[in-house]
């Protein structure tokens, strides 16, 4: 099993940043890519970056220019900073795990922290 634990939520004002970190321990072996999810109140859950272990990113043109995400191999964490926050980007940040498990790839979540960003 993969463990995910996040940290770095809060409230922030609008305009404010924030770092979020998101460690992975466990049986770990062959990581694909990490990434982190947002899902605001009565919403889906949506993307907000994505890293592959050889650095190519995935970031959706509503947040991009404002997030940036990077993965330590070494620590198997992977990092958002975002910037230039908006009261749109409040909801719980998940962050997920692809690896590959005997030929398929297998995903896992983190229990998520909360990101509040007032107006």
């Known amino acids: 099993q993969v463990q995910l634990v996040e940290s770095g939520g809060g409230l922030v004002q609008a305009g404010g940043s924030l770092r979020l970190s998101c460690a992975a321990s466990?049986?770990?072996?062959?990581?694909?890519?990490m990434g982190w999810y947002r899902q605001a109140p009565g919403k889906a859950r949506d993307l907000v970056a994505l890293?592959?272990?050889?650095?190519?990113?995935t970031i959706p043109d509503s947040v991009k220019g404002r997030i940036t995400i990077s993965f330590d191999n070494a620590k198997n964490t992977v990092y958002l900073q975002m910037k230039s926050l908006k009261p749109e980007d409040t909801g719980v940040y998940s962050c997920?795990?692809?690896?590959?498990?005997?030929?398929?790839?297998?995903?896992?979540w983190g229990q998520g922290t909360q990101v509040t960003v007032s107006s």
């Open positions: 997920a795990l692809d690896q590959r498990e005997g030929g398929d790839l297998h995903a896992y």
């Open positions: 466990g049986s770990i072996f062959d990581i694909n890519a």
């Open positions: 890293i592959t272990t050889s650095g190519i990113t």
